[in-house]
């Protein structure tokens, strides 16, 4: 069975400082990979995936994310954060072909202050 | 709005009592998802089907949950018999299956309160 693991719980950062939230998966075979974020009060809602291809992948609002086979890895960048990027953010696997249930990463919660 | 909609957005109920969950998928979306997610947890998987069959069940189903979706479009999650561990945000999400290729929309959930 798979596994997400997102070290990062709680990520403060002030408007325009960069980010990296941290996400780990556990699986034997290729996978899908997802970011979800959910602002305060609001659904989840899909940052961006990747299915194949170009391991850098770009998303929504400047965010963008990188899958490195190797370190079964799929981090999740901003080069300069808004206060309105405030939220929670999940990283999201599933076995690649399946098209089944995603499982999830704990979640970071990151607040940006102005 | 053509989004994944919940009903109801909240419901406070007693112990023991029967709690019945409604999910109205996208339309043209043929695979439907149940999901559970506690306070600082990610979303659990519960359940899913395609079309109006269930294709998998999550160990955390226990047999007080039932989910339905008879015609293939909305679908409902019952729980009978409820506990205060029932306590959760319970999410839908459909997608369309193409492929293996699965980009699944999340609904608004229903929060569940059992006193």
């Known amino acids: 069975a798979q596994s997400v693991s997102q070290h990062n719980h709680h990520v403060i950062l002030s408007e325009a400082a960069s980010l990296e939230l941290g996400c780990n998966y556990s699986y034997g075979g290729t996978v899908n990979l997802f970011w979800y974020v959910q602002y305060p009060g609001q659904h989840l809602q899909l940052l961006l995936k990747y299915f194949s291809g170009d391991p850098l992948v770009k998303g929504i609002k400047g965010f963008e994310a990188e899958f490195i086979k190797s370190k079964f890895s799929f981090n999740l960048r901003k080069p300069s954060v808004q206060w309105s990027d405030t939220a929670e953010y999940f990283c999201a696997v599933t076995p690649t072909g399946t098209a089944s249930k995603l499982t999830f990463g704990t979640g970071t919660r990151l607040q940006v202050t102005l | 709005d053509t989004g994944v909609s919940q009903d109801p957005r909240h419901k406070i109920t007693k112990r023991g009592q029967n709690v019945t969950f409604r999910c109205d998928p996208i339309?043209?979306?043929?695979?439907l998802y149940w999901y559970r997610q506690t306070l600082g947890q990610g979303p659990e998987f519960l359940t899913y089907f395609q079309n109006e069959a269930q294709l998998e069940k999550s160990r955390l189903l226990s047999d007080r949950f039932s989910a339905e979706r008879p015609k293939g479009s909305f679908s409902t999650l019952e729980i009978q018999r409820t506990e205060q561990g029932d306590s959760a945000m319970y999410l839908c999400?459909?997608?369309?299956?193409?492929?293996?290729?699965?980009?699944?929309?999340f609904g608004p959930g229903t929060r569940l309160t059992v006193l």
């Open positions: 339309s043209e979306h043929n695979r």
């Open positions: 999400a459909s997608s369309w299956d193409f492929s293996g290729y699965n980009e699944q929309f």
